[in-house]
């Protein structure tokens, strides 16, 4: 359980063994990623696989946590 | 405004102009897209910018929205 990945981001929590979501310093200002991660000559890299967001894209994506989790409701309830 | 992009997804909400939180059904699952979009010959298709969470990565997740909003707060304090 590091704090940090081998790029020095500060690793937030694990979404799977290698989804990971980070946070680092880019220009003086806060980037959110949330990203898969691949493993190569033992060291682990951040893929292409994933997004990494401003910090405005966060304000507006952490205000709408709760609109996404009705969705996913909604849609769990017409699948079953 | 609309609610379902051009592939039929339910487009919850958009981080930025081509930047969009999504939910679509995938084999009797819920995945939930935080992905980039471009234009082609005047239609709007994802772009491989983006990650596509399960249901359980999605859990993980928002459980640590918090935590996230928290070092987003920390690591703006030390910039600054």
Same mark, same amino acid.
């Given at each position: 359980?590091?704090?940090? !990945? !081998?790029?020095? !981001? #500060?690793?937030?929590?694990? #979404? &799977?063994?290698?989804?990971?979501?980070?946070?680092?310093?880019?220009?003086?200002?806060?980037?959110?990623?949330?990203?898969?991660?691949?493993?190569?000559?033992?060291?682990?890299?951040? &893929?292409?696989?994933?997004?990494? #967001?401003?910090?405005?894209?966060?304000?507006?994506?952490?205000?709408?946590?709760? !609109?996404?989790?009705?969705?996913?409701?909604?849609?769990? &309830?017409?699948?079953?």
């Amino acid at each position: 359980n590091r704090e940090y !990945d !081998d790029q020095g !981001d #500060l690793i937030v929590c694990k #979404l &799977s063994d290698m989804r990971r979501v980070t946070i680092q310093d880019f220009k003086g200002k806060s980037l959110i990623s949330i990203r898969e991660y691949f493993i190569k000559d033992g060291k682990e890299f951040p &893929s292409s696989r994933g997004i990494s #967001l401003t910090e405005d894209q966060w304000s507006i994506f952490k205000t709408h946590v709760p !609109d996404i989790e009705k969705a996913v409701q909604k849609m769990e &309830s017409r699948i079953q």
